[in-house]
């Protein structure tokens, strides 16, 4: 699956696409690991996140990472 993290260190608000794998309904763990890029993600490899259905600026739909999930909590 992909969904979104959201690049911080950007002067706009901008969104990487990242693999990930389903834990639960909403909640997924992100397998893609960051790749040399000049780029802080909100949320990195191996942190499970809370997902969003999301609309972004140009129309487009996905999963956004909204925030992080405990370990042990899943849904």
Sequence with gaps: MIVFV???NEGVEVFRPVDAKRVSDHVFEIVDEWQGLDEVWEFNHGDRVLCIDHTFQDGSQGLLAVSA???GLTN
């Design 6 to 8: 959201r690049i911080v």
């Design 69 to 71: 999930v405990p370990p």
